[in-house]
């Protein structure tokens, strides 16, 4: 039996079967590379789920987590610690934000999300009823709050009723959301480009006005920017696309450079007006680990302008995403913004990565129909046309 065989044959033995998991092992990364554990190399058009944005080995990120390692790597937040503060301080520069609360996720991030802004509304005026207004089509996790803001049936309906007092818009559907707003509103949450959902990107007038309906009716908008955030549409986060700001948003994924790692950030008028201390708490959340991890990436971030390297590469992988398009006919559409692209398809596309897998391109789906290609960021022209070549062929 092949290494590869007993290691999945242990894995399916013992881990809890809530993924799918493709037939591979892999044992380590490199650049824009993945390897399994029997030398085989991948083209890596994925970066474990838009998490790797610098690529696999950076050595400042890596020297980062090394060295805190032999310091300290957890002292609970009944402390100070030097890599929490200066994260801290980074973090809110880099988003405009004035407050964050670290986390050890995307989804924990939703949850404190949530929370801020129940307690923002609770202290105007002191009732259990305020109201959420969230997307048809979004994702923001698997818990039991992120999974109640999730606009996707097949995923909450085991799991009901979740939190409760959530309504469902239509994406880019101004209308529709207007239509679910009352007194009672205490929130509206979106990804600034659904992922997960389908690849799918926020008109311009759509985003400016729920900013406009929450600053008129005393609304907080909050803004999941955890898959399309840092950088990877071409702007550090995506909402400044739109020249608006959220009162909440979050971040996870890229941010902590392959550590698991995330946070809420808020406005100070948000802040002064919610959460204190009793409110939210975590044991592991703004480890010194962590935290020195996602310092060491900003200052990646700032000093190699991967922000500028996004906007230069990426019409080079839209125009040949548009190639793949113009060639085969069961691809109806090519949309996304910068290094988050999605391919639709008019069938499921499972075989499709399966045989882009056993060529040497790791990419995944958006749903059952959509090729999603959210690569590390580093990505060169020389990446991009081995990719084209790849999927071309397995289409």
């Known amino acids: 039996m092949k290494k590869t065989d007993e290691i999945i044959d242990i894995a399916d033995n013992y881990l809890l079967h809530t993924y799918n998991r493709f037939g591979i092992v892999l044992e380590r990364g ?3 590379r993945l390897y399994d554990i029997e030398g085989k190399s991948y083209l890596d058009f994925a970066a474990g789920i ?26 609970s937040n009944l402390f100070y610690n030097e890599p929490s503060a200066l994260a801290s301080k980074a973090i809110c520069e880099a988003t405009g934000m004035d407050r964050v609360f ?19 509304s609770w202290n105007k005026e002191e009732r259990d ?14 818990s039991m709050g992120s999974l109640s803001v999730t606009g996707n049936r097949h995923y ?18 101004l ?12 929130a509206i949450i979106l990804e600034t480009l659904q992922g997960e959902g ?14 406009r309906l929450c600053d008129e009716n005393g609304i907080l908008m909050i803004l999941d920017e955890i898959q399309c955030g840092m950088g990877r549409t071409g702007t550090m986060f995506a909402y400044e696309r739109y020249g608006i700001s959220p009162d909440i948003m979050t971040v996870a ?27 939210h708490g975590s044991t592991y959340g703004g480890n010194p680990l962590c935290t020195a991890a996602i310092a060491a990436v900003l200052k990646e971030y700032k000093d190699k302008d991967i922000v500028s390297h996004v906007r230069e590469i990426a019409p080079y992988l839209e125009k040949r995403l548009d190639e793949i398009k113009s060639r085969h006919d069961d691809i109806t559409d090519r949309r996304g913004l910068g290094c988050m692209q999605g391919l639709e398809f008019n069938h499921p596309v499972g075989d499709i990565i399966k045989k882009c897998q056993d060529a040497g391109l790791i990419l995944i789906t958006a749903g059952a129909n959509v090729i999603r290609l959210v690569p590390p960021l580093v990505i060169g022209k020389e990446d991009i046309d081995q990719m084209y070549q790849i999927l071309d062929s397995c289409i």
Do not use: C, W
């Not at 790797?52 to 002292?75: C, M």
């Not at 009823?129 to 698997?142: L, P, T, V």
């Not at 909450?156 to 559907?173: L, M, Q, S, T, V």
């Not at 209308?175 to 205490?186: M, P, Q």
């Open 50 to 75: 838009a998490v790797y944005a610098l690529g696999y080995g950076n050595e400042r990120v890596n020297k980062a987590i090394k060295d805190q390692l032999d310091k300290l790597s957890h002292t």
């Open 175 to 186: 209308d529709s959301v207007k239509a679910l707003i009352s007194e009672k509103t205490s």
């Open 102 to 120: 670290f986390t050890n996720s995307g989804t924990e991030a939703i949850e404190g999300a949530i929370k801020t802004a129940l307690k923002y």
């Open 30 to 32: 490199e650049g824009v």
């Open 198 to 211: 389908g690849i799918h990107v926020a008109h311009a007038a759509f985003i400016e006005g729920i900013r």
């Open 129 to 142: 009823d305020y109201e959420i207004i969230a997307m048809n089509g979004s994702f923001h996790g698997r």
């Open 253 to 279: 994924k890229a941010v902590g450079g392959g550590l698991p790692v995330g946070g809420f950030l808020m406005k100070e008028s948000v802040a002064e007006s919610s959460m204190v201390p009793g409110d």
């Open 156 to 173: 909450r309906e085991p799991f009901g009723p979740g939190i409760g007092h959530i309504k469902f818009a239509e994406y880019n559907d």
